[in-house]
Structure formats: structure tokens, C-alpha cells
């Protein structure tokens, strides 16, 4: 990104002065110089794009880890009020609508059961159900899967799919508010049938992980993280059915603008008021697919526990949280003094409640919530909390990974994922894969360093890091 | 008409279209990927997109051309019509558990019909990427002086 454009407000943040004449709203960037430089200027031109949707309330604004997505950066926060004409963009949710990371902790350590990673790499990826073309075990008609997308996790947890336990540490408490099944097209119903508990492709994957360092005691203990102990991370999102609900409403939504007389910038943004009935049906789909991610994570949980039982009978899973990074949200903040209820579009970034609000789970409430940057499967991750600062800087949010620093075209000139696989074997990293091509776009040098993204997550007050974790098996799809 | 596929007779077709294996196109984007599509007709370069789009979940010359599926669509903007295009033949795919690897359409003024033939997923068929959806991003259908130019980013 050429960094001429924009004025530092200080060292972890900055923004771009609009032209003369130029009606839009706040633009912010998060992060350091060194991230920012590295951005495509697409980044940019995408959330100044974002600053011209009515109804914004705050800056349109930009995580650290952001990258050039369609419509929205990816990487990209912006808020909406309903009551001045805001809209919801189906391009600032995304296609895998709820994407998102379930992070299990384990009551083991890795000094134990070093010896059994080898068996449980090859358990995992017969049992889980990963990549482009694989079908879970489970077969819902359309009736049964209206149930799904009606109740979430809760749906899975009253089939047999875990305990109700999980529900407790998982966002609105498994099942988020609005569904309207209805709203679904046939189609979209259809994809689904037989991907409920599937982990997908391109950057899905099930990562057993070590804690390697704890920087946070106190969030370290309520989040019940010691070092060397293994955690689980499922990072997958609503699978077929959340896909076409992007692709239907990504065309209608685009065409309704034109209807409604939106002028967008970009018709990526596809969107429409919150308050008309374009952008009602969007919502009611969207949340409905919210809920089908959630049950898919709650089933994924289900069948990585029995993996584990199997060949480590003492084995405990529990949910440590279930944090999504590609929604919008009604949710309630204080601007300028004043409680307002606002829509908030979060594509590839994390809610970060900080200690104290009301929606996070008792155990963490004094520390604030978990909130997961998933890293690539050679680096490794962070575990951080979110702070009582973010509310005013970001609406709640932090970043949801490292971000791409590199192409899916360019990471498969520059490596092969056979090689790949084989060097991280070397490091102690093993992978499980059938596709050498995903292992390939997905190799740990295409993406930004982790730690430096974690650093600027937390020097913008953000979040604050806990936890690094590093790989130790990875099931890719 | 809308936007779900629906059988049509098989005489209104005509026949699918072979790929050339590794002839694919692909251009730049972040964190996704950007298929192109070219050829003498506006059709041939959606073919070609076709192509492309699903030669990243499979190496298309692997696959057995035993099923076919048939859709039509109404659409004005032809930069839409791609897309849409694009997205029916995923949602097929990804319904009826299929990797295809020939494609045609036919253009009749606002009225699309097309299709795919190809298999279900085998075992033996090494995997690719799966690809979510195709995107407004970077969309352009035209036509240069080497004939039809049919582009947008796949979001994977």
C-alpha cells in the first residue's frame, strides 16, 4: 500500500483525508507501518468504497491482518444504524457466511502423548470429513435441516452432537436471534444435505495445537490454558448452504441497489437498507446460515472428541469458545455517548468484547472474551482477549488471522505441496491432506507473520495477547 | 424462468464442448482466485470460464465425462449472466456431488441454456480446491479484436 495516502494518527493506526468535495465517511486503518506497507492498495480502495455506504456510523475500518477481498476488504469492520438508512451488504459478510474458529481445550499435555500424534493425525483425517467433494455422515432433508438452521448448535447438542456444556461458550449461546428459513433458497438446502459436519477446503482446516507461551496469567487461567497442554482449533464455516446464500443474494442484492437507487461505489457491495424488505430477507438468510456454522462446528467438535476417546480413552474436550469472523451483528454500543443499536458487518475480522459486557460467558467475564487469530499450519496462533478499549476503537473487534500476504497463483509457482508437507514433517508438524494443491496455496510463507499481526492487534488495543499455540497435526481439506 | 436449473430436452442442446486440459486462465487476487475465459463467441469464453473455474477443485483431464446436467437462466447483463453461469454450474456440482469437465451454453437474446457432463467424485481423483462461489470482483465480459473476453474472481 503506498503509504503516501494516509495520515498516521499514531504508531498502530491511520487514516486518509477525503478529497475536496468528497462525501463519505471515517476511514481508519489498524496496524503497523511494516503490515500496511505490505497491503495491496486494493485494501484501501475497497473500505474508502466502505466509508460511502449510507447510514455508517463511526469509520469504516480495517483490521491488521486485512487484505483485498470483493466489496469489503477482507479484514473489514464497519457499523450501520437502521434508523439512518444503513444497509446490510451481503459483500460485507462474505460467501462463507459465519466462517469462523471453535477452539477446544484438551486435558492433556503434550509430553504424555507425543507418541500417539502420529495415530491421532491418521484417526482425524479418516474420521473428519475434509476438501472439495466429501460428504459427512449425516443426510438432512430440507424439513430437518429448517431445524438447523432454527436452532444452531442447539440443534446438534439435543441430536447426540456434543454437550450442553459447549452451548455456554459459543457467541449468543449457539443460536443467534432472526433465522427465517424461509428465506433459504431450495438450492441452497440442497448443497447442504450432505455437508453438515464437513470441514471444507482452501483455508478450513482441524489443527491440534500446543500452548507454547502464556503472556497473560490471569486471562490464561479463566481461559484455563497451561503450557504444553494440546487444544483442538476447527476453523470451517456454514459449508454449501451459507455459499449459495452469498451467491443468491450477492446477484439480488446488486440488483436491488440499482432499484433502490444506492449508487455503490462498487457493485460488490451489493446491499440494501436494513429497513426495506430486500435487506430484511438478506437478514433472515444470513442468520440462518449463521446458525447451520454453528451446528457444523458443534458436529465437527462431536467427532474430533470420539477421535480422541478412541485412542486416549481419558481424553477431555471442552470448549473453550466459539468465535465467528464473517457476519453481522445487532448489536448494542455507545457512540458519542449515547446507546445505539447498530448493525455490525465484521468480514474477516473477530468480535472482541472486553471484560465486563454482558455477552460474555461468566468464566471470562473478568478478562474479557477469547478471540482467535488462527495462523498459517507451519507458524501457529494466538489466543487473545478482548478489551474494554475496543469498544470505542473498533466497535469489539480484533483480527481473525494471519491475512494473506501472497496469491493462491503466486503460492503455487513458488511451492509444492508434496515438499511442503515433508519439510513440516521435519518440524515436527504433521499434515493430512488430499490435496497437494491446497497444501501448496496454503504454505506458511503466503502469509503475513503471525506474531507481528498479534503485536498490532494488541498495541491498537484491540486485543490483548494470552496464548501462542503451535501446530502439531493439521487436517487440511 | 429464474435462477434455479431446470432439465431441458436434450435436441435443444448441442454437444458439449471439449476442454483443452492446462489451458486454463487465471489472474491475480489476494486471497482468492480470478478465472478468465476466452474464445471466438461470447458463449465459447463462458465455456472456457467454466473451465477454469472448476479445473481448481480437479484436474479436469481425470475426469469422466458419464453424467450431464442441464439449466437455463434469464439474465440481460451479460457481465451478470457469467456470474450466474458460473454459480448454477457450482450449485449443480455441489448438489449433485459431481466434478464436471465439459461445459455449453447457448444464448438466445435474454434466455440462457446450458450444461455439464462429468462424474461423481472418485476416490482416486486427487482433489483441488473447493471454489464457494464466483464474484462481482474484477467482472468483465467483452469483446476484443481476438475475439470474447469473459473474467471475475472465484471466491475458494
Same mark, same amino acid.
Given at each position: 500500500?503506498?503509504?503516501?495516502?494516509?495520515?498516521?494518527?499514531?504508531?498502530?493506526?491511520?487514516?486518509?483525508?477525503?478529497?475536496?468535495?468528497?462525501?463519505?465517511?471515517?476511514?481508519?486503518?489498524?496496524?503497523?507501518?511494516?503490515?500496511?506497507?505490505?497491503?495491496?492498495?486494493?485494501?484501501?480502495?475497497?473500505?474508502?468504497?466502505?466509508?460511502?455506504?449510507?447510514?455508517?456510523?463511526?469509520?469504516?475500518?480495517?483490521?491488521?491482518?486485512?487484505?483485498?477481498?470483493?466489496?469489503?476488504?477482507?479484514?473489514?469492520?464497519?457499523?450501520?444504524?437502521?434508523?439512518?438508512?444503513?444497509?446490510?451488504?451481503?459483500?460485507?459478510?462474505?460467501?462463507?457466511?459465519?466462517?469462523?474458529?471453535?477452539?477446544?481445550?484438551?486435558?492433556?499435555?503434550?509430553?504424555?502423548?507425543?507418541?500417539?500424534?502420529?495415530?491421532?493425525?491418521?484417526?482425524?483425517?479418516?474420521?473428519?470429513?475434509?476438501?472439495?467433494?466429501?460428504?459427512?455422515?449425516?443426510?438432512?432433508?430440507?424439513?430437518?435441516?429448517?431445524?438447523?438452521?432454527?436452532?444452531?448448535?442447539?440443534?446438534?447438542?439435543?441430536?447426540?452432537?456434543?454437550?450442553?456444556?459447549?452451548?455456554?461458550?459459543?457467541?449468543?449461546?449457539?443460536?443467534?436471534?432472526?433465522?427465517?428459513?424461509?428465506?433459504?433458497?431450495?438450492?441452497?438446502?440442497?448443497?447442504?444435505?450432505?455437508?453438515?459436519?464437513?470441514?471444507?477446503?482452501?483455508?478450513?482446516?482441524?489443527?491440534?495445537?500446543?500452548?507454547?507461551?502464556?503472556?497473560?496469567?490471569?486471562?490464561?487461567?479463566?481461559?484455563?490454558?497451561?503450557?504444553?497442554?494440546?487444544?483442538?482449533?476447527?476453523?470451517?464455516?456454514?459449508?454449501?448452504?451459507?455459499?449459495?446464500?452469498?451467491?443468491?443474494?450477492?446477484?439480488?442484492?446488486?440488483?436491488?441497489?440499482?432499484?433502490?437507487?444506492?449508487?455503490?461505489?462498487?457493485?460488490?457491495?451489493?446491499?440494501?437498507?436494513?429497513?426495506?424488505?430486500?435487506?430484511?430477507?438478506?437478514?433472515?438468510?444470513?442468520?440462518?446460515?449463521?446458525?447451520?456454522?454453528?451446528?457444523?462446528?458443534?458436529?465437527?467438535?462431536?467427532?474430533?472428541?470420539?477421535?480422541?476417546?478412541?485412542?486416549?480413552?481419558?481424553?477431555?474436550?471442552?470448549?473453550?469458545?466459539?468465535?465467528?469472523?464473517?457476519?453481522?451483528?445487532?448489536?448494542?454500543?455507545?457512540?458519542?455517548?449515547?446507546?445505539?443499536?447498530?448493525?455490525?458487518?465484521?468480514?474477516?475480522?473477530?468480535?472482541?468484547?472486553?471484560?465486563?459486557?454482558?455477552?460474555?460467558?461468566?468464566?471470562?467475564?473478568?478478562?474479557?472474551?477469547?478471540?482467535?487469530?488462527?495462523?498459517?499450519?507451519?507458524?501457529?496462533?494466538?489466543?487473545?482477549?478482548?478489551?474494554?478499549?475496543?469498544?470505542?476503537?473498533?466497535?469489539?473487534?480484533?483480527?481473525?488471522?494471519?491475512?494473506?500476504?501472497?496469491?493462491?497463483?503466486?503460492?503455487?509457482?513458488?511451492?509444492?505441496?508434496?515438499?511442503?508437507?515433508?519439510?513440516?514433517?521435519?518440524?515436527?508438524?504433521?499434515?493430512?491432506?488430499?490435496?497437494?494443491?491446497?497444501?501448496?496455496?496454503?504454505?506458511?510463507?503466503?502469509?503475513?507473520?503471525?506474531?507481528?499481526?498479534?503485536?498490532?492487534?494488541?498495541?491498537?488495543?484491540?486485543?490483548?495477547?494470552?496464548?501462542?499455540?503451535?501446530?502439531?497435526?493439521?487436517?487440511?481439506? | 424462468?429464474?435462477?434455479?436449473?431446470?432439465?431441458?430436452?436434450?435436441?435443444?442442446? =448441442?454437444?458439449? *464442448? #471439449? +476442454? $483443452?486440459?492446462?489451458? &486454463? /486462465?487465471?489472474?491475480?487476487?489476494? %486471497?482468492?482466485?480470478?478465472?478468465?475465459?476466452?474464445?471466438?463467441?461470447?458463449?465459447?469464453?463462458?465455456?472456457?470460464?467454466?473451465?477454469?473455474?472448476?479445473?481448481?477443485?480437479?484436474?479436469?483431464?481425470?475426469? =469422466?465425462?458419464? *453424467? #450431464? +446436467? $442441464?439449466?437455463?437462466? &434469464? /439474465?440481460?447483463?451479460?457481465?451478470? %449472466?457469467?456470474?450466474?453461469?458460473?454459480?448454477?454450474?457450482?450449485?449443480?456440482?455441489?448438489?449433485?456431488?459431481?466434478?464436471?469437465?465439459?461445459?455449453?451454453?447457448?444464448?438466445?437474446?435474454?434466455?440462457?441454456?446450458?450444461?455439464?457432463?462429468?462424474?461423481?467424485?472418485?476416490?482416486?481423483?486427487?482433489?483441488?480446491?473447493?471454489?464457494?462461489?464466483?464474484?462481482?470482483?474484477?467482472?468483465?465480459?467483452?469483446?476484443?479484436?481476438?475475439?470474447?473476453?469473459?473474467?471475475?474472481?472465484?471466491?475458494?
Amino acid at each position: 500500500m503506498d503509504l503516501t495516502k494516509l495520515k498516521r494518527i499514531d504508531e498502530w493506526s491511520w487514516t486518509v483525508t477525503p478529497a475536496p468535495g468528497e462525501a463519505r465517511g471515517e476511514v481508519k486503518l489498524y496496524g503497523s507501518r511494516e503490515l500496511l506497507a505490505t497491503m495491496d492498495d486494493k485494501v484501501l480502495e475497497q473500505i474508502t468504497n466502505v466509508a460511502r455506504l449510507p447510514g455508517l456510523v463511526g469509520p469504516a475500518m480495517t483490521m491488521p491482518d486485512a487484505h483485498w477481498g470483493y466489496g469489503f476488504p477482507i479484514g473489514g469492520v464497519a457499523a450501520f444504524d437502521p434508523e439512518q438508512g444503513g444497509i446490510i451488504s451481503a459483500g460485507g459478510v462474505g460467501f462463507d457466511i459465519s466462517c469462523g474458529i471453535r477452539c477446544l481445550r484438551t486435558n492433556l499435555q503434550l509430553a504424555d502423548v507425543a507418541g500417539e500424534l502420529p495415530s491421532l493425525a491418521r484417526e482425524l483425517s479418516e474420521k473428519i470429513p475434509a476438501g472439495v467433494g466429501e460428504e459427512g455422515d449425516i443426510k438432512l432433508a430440507p424439513e430437518a435441516l429448517d431445524e438447523v438452521l432454527t436452532a444452531g448448535a442447539r440443534w446438534a447438542v439435543e441430536h447426540g452432537y456434543g454437550s450442553a456444556d459447549d452451548l455456554e461458550f459459543i457467541e449468543e449461546g449457539g443460536r443467534v436471534p432472526g433465522p427465517v428459513p424461509a428465506n433459504v433458497s431450495a438450492l441452497a438446502k440442497k448443497r447442504q444435505r450432505g455437508e453438515m459436519g464437513t470441514l471444507g477446503s482452501g483455508n478450513h482446516y482441524l489443527e491440534v495445537q500446543v500452548v507454547d507461551s502464556i503472556h497473560d496469567e490471569a486471562a490464561a487461567q479463566a481461559y484455563g490454558l497451561r503450557e504444553g497442554q494440546l487444544l483442538v482449533s476447527i476453523h470451517c464455516g456454514s459449508r454449501g448452504l451459507g455459499h449459495q446464500i452469498g451467491t443468491d443474494y450477492l446477484v439480488s442484492l446488486a440488483k436491488a441497489a440499482t432499484r433502490l437507487n444506492l449508487h455503490l461505489p462498487d457493485r460488490e457491495l451489493a446491499c440494501a437498507p436494513i429497513n426495506t424488505p430486500e435487506g430484511q430477507q438478506y437478514l433472515g438468510a444470513m442468520n440462518a446460515a449463521i446458525n447451520c456454522a454453528l451446528a457444523n462446528r458443534q458436529i465437527l467438535t462431536h467427532l474430533a472428541r470420539r477421535c480422541f476417546t478412541r485412542l486416549m480413552p481419558r481424553a477431555k474436550l471442552e470448549t473453550l469458545f466459539d468465535v465467528s469472523h464473517n457476519t453481522c451483528k445487532r448489536e448494542q454500543h455507545v457512540v458519542e455517548g449515547k446507546k445505539r443499536l447498530l448493525y455490525v458487518h465484521r468480514k474477516g475480522a473477530t468480535r472482541a468484547f472486553g471484560p465486563g459486557h454482558p455477552a460474555v460467558p461468566e468464566r471470562y467475564r473478568a478478562v474479557g472474551q477469547p478471540v482467535v487469530i488462527g495462523g498459517s499450519m507451519g507458524t501457529g496462533s494466538w489466543i487473545l482477549a478482548g478489551t474494554a478499549e475496543s469498544e470505542n476503537r473498533a466497535f469489539s473487534s480484533a483480527s481473525h488471522g494471519a491475512g494473506r500476504a501472497m496469491s493462491r497463483h503466486q503460492a503455487l509457482k513458488q511451492w509444492r505441496g508434496r515438499e511442503l508437507v515433508d519439510q513440516l514433517a521435519a518440524q515436527g508438524i504433521l499434515i493430512r491432506t488430499r490435496s497437494m494443491r491446497g497444501v501448496a496455496e496454503e504454505a506458511p510463507g503466503a502469509y503475513k507473520d503471525v506474531d507481528l499481526v498479534a503485536e498490532a492487534t494488541e498495541r491498537a488495543g484491540l486485543a490483548r495477547r494470552v496464548a501462542f499455540l503451535r501446530p502439531k497435526v493439521c487436517v487440511k481439506g | 424462468m429464474g435462477g434455479h436449473p431446470r432439465r431441458l430436452p436434450a435436441k435443444t442442446m =448441442r454437444a458439449p *464442448r #471439449s +476442454v $483443452t486440459p492446462g489451458g &486454463e /486462465e487465471y489472474f491475480e487476487h489476494d %486471497a482468492d482466485i480470478g478465472v478468465a475465459g476466452r474464445g471466438a463467441t461470447l458463449e465459447e469464453a463462458f465455456e472456457s470460464a467454466a473451465a477454469a473455474t472448476f479445473a481448481i477443485m480437479a484436474d479436469l483431464s481425470a475426469v =469422466r465425462p458419464e *453424467r #450431464s +446436467v $442441464t439449466l437455463s437462466f &434469464e /439474465e440481460a447483463d451479460v457481465e451478470i %449472466a457469467l456470474v450466474r453461469w458460473l454459480n448454477l454450474l457450482l450449485g449443480l456440482s455441489h448438489e449433485q456431488g459431481l466434478v464436471f469437465s465439459r461445459f455449453w451454453i447457448e444464448r438466445d437474446g435474454v434466455i440462457w441454456r446450458g450444461g455439464a457432463s462429468g462424474e461423481p467424485w472418485r476416490r482416486d481423483l486427487e482433489r483441488g480446491v473447493e471454489v464457494k462461489g464466483a464474484t462481482l470482483t474484477m467482472l468483465e465480459v467483452k469483446q476484443e479484436r481476438d475475439g470474447w473476453h469473459a473474467r471475475c474472481v472465484v471466491d475458494v
